[in-house]
């Protein structure tokens, strides 16, 4: 059985964060260890929500508590997410260094949520500090589009310079990155594309674009755990991705069916473990 030590938002009502990552990971047969960063009554898209977020020293005090009982050389992997305070972005770090310390083979999967224009909020600090720290830290990177243009420093229009930008974050240090939301001018209006690069191979999927009136919340979460709990179980990159992609789309259409706005993930577990439709993926480059 494989560990992920997952550290992201937690959220009382509704599907974000670990209240969105979690149970898909169970469900594919990977235990999880939640450490919440913060803990809110819903996400924040909403425009009211209570709660706050959890001080950096308990989260380090909490990866200690792990390690006192001796199992901490049985994290295979730790998952980052959202974050609450500036602070906790180096608490994170120090939590992959004690993992990476107790079990060398242990992997950091980073989802750098830097927030978004009217969406999704984040602390000032937190951006700068991922774009500037968490590269040379994370084993994988695991951006949307609007991330990947930050870690860069430009606009993206296409997946070839796409492709390219994630080469040069590549240089820093991670072994991959898995873009969850691929924005491509070329690419039709009723498409979501994902890409994975690494420093040989690149992929590109594609799954129908869902015309909510408003976006649920949380299918980067989803994507993420789905991503990094089928690489826990052994998959290879392209089957992991596309086992993903698969999954996160029946996660959606069963969203969109139902005419709702949280993401139905319980009413489609079983297609998080074996997904009715699938959906190939094709390279984008032969580098």
């Not at 550290?7 to 509704?14: A, D, K, L, P, T």
């Not at 390219?164 to 939301?181: D, S, T, Y």
Request: with cysteine; aromatic share 8%; glycine share 8%.
């Amino acid at each position: 059985m494989k560990n992920v030590l997952s550290i992201q938002s937690h959220v009382v009502f509704g599907h974000a964060g670990n209240s969105a990552a979690v149970f898909p990971m169970c469900r594919l047969g990977v235990n999880v260890w939640p450490l919440n960063t913060v803990q809110f009554s819903n996400h924040t898209q909403y425009g009211h929500w209570t709660g706050s977020a959890i001080d950096a020293e308990q989260m380090v005090e909490l990866l200690e508590g792990i390690g006192a009982i001796g199992v901490l050389p049985r994290c295979d992997a730790v998952l980052s997410g959202y974050l609450g305070a500036p602070d906790q972005a180096q608490a994170v770090i120090d939590i992959v260094r004690a993992v990476k310390a107790a079990n060398p083979h242990a992997r950091y999967f980073c989802d750098p949520v830097m927030g978004t224009t009217g969406g999704c909020r984040v602390e000032p600090g937190i951006q700068e500090f991922l774009v500037k720290n968490m590269p040379e830290v994370a084993d994988a990177l695991m951006p949307n589009h609007g991330e990947l243009q930050r870690l860069v420093g430009r606009e993206l229009e296409t997946v070839d310079e796409a492709v390219a930008a994630c080469r040069e974050v590549l240089r820093r240090g991670p072994k991959m990155i898995l873009v969850k939301h691929l924005l491509d001018r070329n690419s039709p209006a009723d498409r979501f594309n994902m890409l994975l690069v690494t420093a040989h191979e690149a992929w590109v999927g594609q799954r129908p674009l869902y015309p909510f009136a408003r976006q649920p919340v949380g299918v980067g979460d989803v994507t993420s755990a789905v991503f990094v709990a089928r690489l826990m179980l052994g998959d290879p990159l392209r089957r992991a991705f596309e086992h993903t992609l698969a999954a996160v789309n029946a996660v959606v259409k069963t969203t969109w069916d139902a005419n709702r706005y949280e993401l139905e993930i319980v009413a489609a577990q079983d297609q998080i473990a074996r997904p009715r439709e699938w959906f190939d993926a094709w390279a984008a480059d032969t580098a």
